[in-house]
């Protein structure tokens, strides 16, 4: 059982945000937005969850092509109510369409539970969402 923080931060950890938040320039004419960095798994949540807000505040659309993908999903959303007692009540999933709509305040579950499963392919569909959002692991 995985038992979380209040949500202080150490100045270390407020140090690390500070310079997880510096911009990076603009590539082939894209408007310029602030890029995030954080090590492989340590995007805090409250950065994915404000992001997801701020960019997709009517749901994350994805249209999954890839049998593989659509199984990670699958894991991650089946696993139901989990220990942090949150599961997928409000987001739509359609395996015939491959399409999904995940809502706002379920994207930190998927994430988390895409990073929890532990497969290359689980990690790589994680990496290429927070991507989308403006954030990068390394």
């Given at each position: 059982m ?6 202080t ?8 945000m500070?310079?997880?938040e510096?911009?990076?320039p603009?590539v082939?004419?894209?408007?310029a937005?602030?890029r ?7 995007t ?8 997801t ?8 659309p994805m249209?999954?092509r ?5 199984g ?14 949150e599961?997928f009540?409000?987001s739509?999933f ?20 895409l ?10 569909l994680r ?12």
């Amino acid at each position: 059982m995985k038992i979380t923080p209040v949500r202080t931060q150490s100045k270390g950890a407020q140090r690390r945000m500070a310079a997880a938040e510096a911009q990076t320039p603009p590539v082939d004419g894209e408007k310029a937005e602030r890029r995030l960095t954080f090590s492989f798994g340590e995007t805090p949540e409250n950065v994915i969850r404000e992001r997801t807000l701020e960019q997709t505040p009517t749901g994350y659309p994805m249209h999954i092509r890839s049998q593989n993908e659509w199984g990670e999903i699958a894991k991650a959303v089946n696993q139901g109510i989990d220990s942090h007692l949150e599961g997928f009540t409000q987001s739509t999933f359609d395996s015939k369409t491959g399409k999904c709509l995940i809502h706002p305040k379920e994207m930190t579950t998927l994430l988390r539970r895409l990073y929890e499963i532990g497969n290359d392919e689980a990690w790589e569909l994680r990496s290429s969402i927070l991507e989308t959002l403006g954030v990068e692991e390394v």
